[in-house]
Structure formats: C-alpha cells, structure tokens
C-alpha cells in the first residue's frame, strides 16, 4: 500500500508500481524510462515534494505516458534505498528500461522537476543510445565489496584504532559524536560503557553520562509526548527534527539502563521508564503483535477562518502502524533488561509476546525473517533482520533459560550461514537477489559487526565455539573499512574486542529488580575488567539473598554473595 503525506494532495493520481521484478519487466517491455521515488514516512520534504511537484497535472501526464514510476519507502524496503539512496529523502533516482542508473535529484520544485521530466524524454525519444550509453551498470555502482588481497590481522590494535577514532568524534561541549548534525550514537554509548568496564577508564563512562543527560535536557527531548527525536540539525541538539524511531527509543532504554546499573543513580532509571510508558502508551499495537514503527509531527493544513494569518497550523501526530521485525526485536531486548534490572514484570510479558509472535507471523518458510507485517509478512531475506531476531532469543534465553530461545537462536544462525554467507568473506545484506541494483548483493560493515556480535554470544551461551569463527569470517572481510565509518565504527570495534576474549560466564540469582542483584551485577561489570563478560540471569523465588554464580572453566562453580568478592584476581 502506498503512502502519501497526510495533508491534501494528490500524489496518488501517478500510476505507481511497487519495487520488484514485475515493474522491471513492465519498463523493458514498453521501453520506458524508470524513475524511482525513495522516501521516508516521517520526511518532511518527501511530505512536501507529494504536496507540490508530485500533485501537479503536468508532472502526472508525463510520468503516467513516459515513465515507470516506482515508488519505495525505505522503513519497508532498507535493501533498495541502501543501493540507490544519495543524500537523504527524498532520492529520486532515474534508471534505464534495464534497470541501470543514470542520474540521481532530491527535493526539487515543481517547475524545475518538470522541465527535468521534459528534457529527458525529448533526449531519450531523440537519442536513446546516447541516454542509454550515458547509464552506470550495477556493478561499478555497487563498488562495495570488501577489498581482495591479504586479509587484516583481527587484534588489539583495530579495536584500539576505533576507540582513538569514536573519542575523536566525541563531542565534549554538547554530549554525543560530531559536531554538525546530532544522531543519537547509542551503539557509540555502548563501546564506550564496554572500554569503561574493560579499562577501568572513567572518562568513557563520563561522556555516555553527560551525553545522556545533555539530550534529556535538550528539545530533543519530547516533554510533552515523551519519547526522544532522531537527530537535531545543530549540534546543541536543539533543533530536532520530529520523528520518532521505535529503534532509537528500544537502544536508549537499554542505554540508559545500563548507565543505571553501573551508576546506581535514579535519573537513568526514572528516564527508561518514562520510554518504556511512551512506547505502551504510544506505539504498542494493542493487538499484542509488537510496537509500531514511528511518530511522526506534521502541520495541518493551515485555516484562515477566524485565525490570525500568522498563527501556525497546529502540529499533528502521525503513526507509522506497521510492525517491523528488526526494531520489535531490539525492544524485546530492552524490555528483557527492564524486567531483571527493574522488576518489571509486564516488560517481560511484552518481551516473550513480541518474540513468540515474530516467530510466528515474520518467520519465512524456507528459512530467514520477513522484514514488516501490515496484516501481511513482507520483504524476506534480510540480513539485518535475522541478526537482531537472533540476538533478542539469546538475550530472552540468558534471562528467562527456556531451551527453545537457544534452539531458535541456532535456527536463525543456521540460515544466516545457508542464505547470506559470502564465499569471499563475510555475509551479504540480502538472500533474494532482485531487479536494478539488487542484482548484486552487498557485505555491509555494520551489518557484519552486528553480525559478529551474534555469532560470539551464540558461542558463549552454548558453549560451541564453531560460531566463533561464523564472527571471525564476518569481521575479517573488510580490510580497514572501518576508517570510512567515523563513529559508526563503534560497533565494528565492540564486536571484535569481544571475539578477541575468552568469554567468563556468570549467572545471577535472585529476584528480578532485587537492589542486591544489580550490585552484583554492577560489581561483575566494573571490578572483573573481563572482556567477554556472559552476563545471564536466573529469576529464583526461593532465594534468600542474591548470589552469583561464577562458572570458570577446569575449576569448581563460585557462588559469591558479597559483591566485594567479585575481583579480578579470584575470577
């Protein structure tokens, strides 16, 4: 179903086809120019070019007779807007009946998107050899492929060269990475709580604090809706652009309690829980399937009756309603965190809801995640939703300890390596290779970091080590890539530092939101200084008082209750 902004507007008169091979077919067919319309839910100037160019009787003639327009949005398709997205929303990419790319425009005006439309038609009526000639291939497009040659030594020295690059970029005036536009960098903020708890460096855990407190003090804080916005234009993070993504506010809960954990302060503690309210009371689907992808604020159409003209039309919350399967996954891992750090049971019951229904609405049939439901599963085949499905079993198995995570878990691993491995290192952001440029599937360093990160934790909950070369294979393959990702890096570095470690594994029993269970915790985090520290949880009705059980290998199981006694030297 296509999607247009919420105000009058008459985008929907273009006659458009939805991505896939059928719309290609179509294009070859009647030799036609493809232009494809790459947009956000919550884009403002995608809203806007809906309301002005793509409403114009002009523009609908000419892309109804001369064109086949594609329209995507890149919540419901991340593979095609990776491949053809340039500079932001919208991206409006014009390829050839073929598929091939010939050229790429944003946000344009009405007269000027126009004139456009006009020059290349009479160009491809006059010379479509020279327009045809002009085009990019798939695969000098999709240059992406991890360099060949010697493969880099996975040591020390790489997870060292990202923490000097993501300190670089730390922002110590205003919180947060950069200095121009603000994203929220929660994948940052957990690098960085890792170094503390490694190294013992404080000004690791100092500048996730003060980055935390700074946005909570700022307007991208919603302190009338609650929940945080995506990013702020200026660097003070006060001017903050009005959606809301239900990943970015699952990664801050799970920010902001761990800060709590490590910190014992209650300003982390209260702010998780005031997103945790935001998602119940604002994205949930009350359905029980999950949580709904986004909010968005736009203005209404402005009213002139008895309104002064310069009174701004009011600001109106709009919903994305679709459940998609790799943010639902990351919040049931958030929401895991909530129960045995807080207490709080229905965060669990919400937790085991969405990864019973993800597996078994989003489950495809011949293996792997379908990537949103909108009372239908769409979109199978990506990598990133499997890895985070993946991740968010393991996450419910080291603190509920049901069998049937873990068995999911290596059913999601299993997939991975059958349907995304590359024989060339690594593993591929899709298994479905499609029409344009998804003719070539593409090894993305993020990707593959998050990948890694699933592979290592699935070793060290089952204690098969085999998944740890799956981690090795998917960090290996990019031979000091990690330099072009500025902080993005972070979670590249966090990935192989854990691959790097021998993993120690402690269990914590006691009852969930037990004071003396997070001191345990906190003590097992910030006195081991342990690299690969397998934190699980073991809720225990019965227990007297909080006790940790450390399990080191060749050596009897320590039960410690005392959180002095958790040092570096007895463990």
Not at 48 to 65: C, Q, Y
Not at 365 to 392: E, I
Request: negative net charge.
């Amino acid at each position: 179903m296509f999607r247009f902004s919420p105000r009058t507007n008459d985008a929907h008169l273009i006659k458009w086809r939805e991505w896939g091979i059928e719309a290609f077919h179509e294009a070859e067919q009647q030799n036609k120019l493809i232009v494809l319309f790459v947009t956000a839910f919550w884009c403002g100037f995608c809203q806007r070019m809906d309301e002005t160019a793509l409403s114009n009787e002009e523009v609908h003639a000419i892309l109804n007779a001369f064109f086949i327009p594609i329209r995507v949005e890149e919540s419901q398709r991340p593979d095609v807007d990776l491949r053809y997205n340039q500079n932001g929303w919208p991206t409006v990419a014009f390829l050839t009946p073929a598929g091939d790319h010939l050229f790429t425009v944003n946000y344009t005006e009405t007269d000027e998107f126009t004139n456009l439309l006009v020059r290349l038609v009479s160009s491809f009526q006059k010379d479509p050899e020279s327009v045809l000639q002009s085009a990019s291939h798939a695969g000098a497009a999709l240059s992406r492929e991890p360099a060949n040659g010697e493969r880099p030594t996975l040591g020390p020295p790489i997870v060292a060269e990202i923490s000097g690059i993501v300190e670089g970029f730390a922002d110590h005036e205003h919180g947060g990475y950069g200095t121009d536009f603000k994203f929220l960098h929660t994948e940052a903020n957990d690098f960085f709580l890792y170094l503390y708890e490694t190294s013992g460096e404080t000004s690791y855990l100092d500048h996730v604090r003060f980055s935390l407190n700074q946005i909570h003090s700022s307007k991208t804080y919603d302190r009338q809706d609650g929940g945080f916005f995506r990013y702020s234009s200026k660097p003070d993070w006060n001017e903050p652009h009005p959606e809301k993504l239900l990943e970015d506010q699952a990664t801050l809960i799970r920010n902001y309690l761990h800060v709590y954990l490590l910190t014992d302060e209650h300003f982390y503690r209260t702010t998780a829980e005031g997103l945790i309210n935001y998602l119940d009371q604002t994205l949930l689907d009350q359905s029980g399937a999950g949580f709904f992808g986004c909010q968005d604020y736009v203005r209404a159409a402005p009213v002139v009756d008895n309104v002064q003209a310069d009174t701004p039309p009011a600001m109106v919350s709009i919903i994305d309603s679709y459940i998609y399967c790799d943010a639902n996954a990351v919040t049931a891992s958030a929401y895991l965190d909530a129960w045995w750090i807080l207490g709080h049971r229905d965060c669990k019951q919400r937790a085991e809801a969405i990864l019973d229904y993800q597996w078994q609405k989003l489950r495809a049939t011949d293996g792997g995640m379908y990537h949103y439901f909108d009372g239908q599963p769409h979109v199978p085949g990506l990598l990133r939703d499997a890895v985070f499905t993946g991740l968010a079993l393991l996450d419910a198995y080291a603190a509920l300890h049901d069998e049937t995570y873990l068995k999911r878990a290596k059913h999601v691993a299993r997939d991975i390596v059958r349907m995304h491995r590359n024989t060339t290192g690594g593993f591929f952001d899709i298994s479905r290779p499609g029409p344009g440029n998804l003719k070539l599937p593409i090894p993305v360093l993020t990707q593959n970091a998050n990948a890694a990160t699933f592979f290592v934790r699935l070793a060290d909950l089952s204690h098969d080590n085999s998944y740890r070369e799956a981690a090795k294979e998917a960090l290996q393959s990019f031979p000091n890539a990690h330099r072009n990702y500025e902080t993005f890096a972070a979670g590249y570095g966090h990935a192989l530092a854990r691959l790097l470690a021998v993993p120690l594994s402690i269990t914590l029993a006691g009852l969930p939101g037990d004071p003396a269970v997070r001191e345990l915790a906190q003590a097992a985090f910030t006195q081991l200084g342990h690299r690969e520290l397998v934190l699980k949880f073991h809720e225990d009705l019965n227990v007297s008082v909080a006790t940790a059980y450390i399990d080191i290998p060749g050596q009897p199981l320590q039960a410690i209750t005392d959180p002095k006694l958790i040092q570096r030297d007895k463990c």
